[in-house]
């Protein structure tokens, strides 16, 4: 099984950039499509970006399709969620995940903060 902590939340402003990290536990984590999704208060889990296990090839929301950009470094067991040009309704919690969710939970997931 898989543990994931993410990070790298806070708080930027409008059109500001953050950078988050996924730490995953585990040795088939290079074999997994992994996923980054946020829930905003309110509202319902929704898938943001996922990668495929050798990072070939990406998907990313409409909302945030050439503002973010997903990565893997299989090496670390890490992947990463660049995010630019940030507006205010990116404000949500942030979490990282395996495609399909294998183990059924989440991790703590990382605040982004937003400021108009």
Excluded: H
């Excluded at 402003?13 to 536990?25: P, T």
């Amino acid at each position: 099984q898989v543990q994931l902590v993410e990070s790298g939340g806070g708080l930027v402003q409008a059109g500001g950039s953050l950078r988050l990290s996924c730490a995953a536990s585990g040795r088939t984590f290079s074999r997994l499509i992994m996923g980054w999704f946020r829930q905003a208060p309110g509202k319902e889990r929704e898938v943001v970006a996922r990668i495929s296990p050798n990072g070939s090839n990406t998907y990313y929301a409409d909302s945030v399709k050439g503002r973010f950009t997903i990565s893997r470094d299989n090496d670390k067991n890490t992947v990463f969620l660049q995010m630019n040009s940030l507006k205010p309704e990116d404000t949500a919690v942030y979490y990282c995940n395996t495609i399909p969710n294998y183990s059924g939970s989440w991790g703590q997931g990382t605040q982004v903060t937003v400021s108009s």
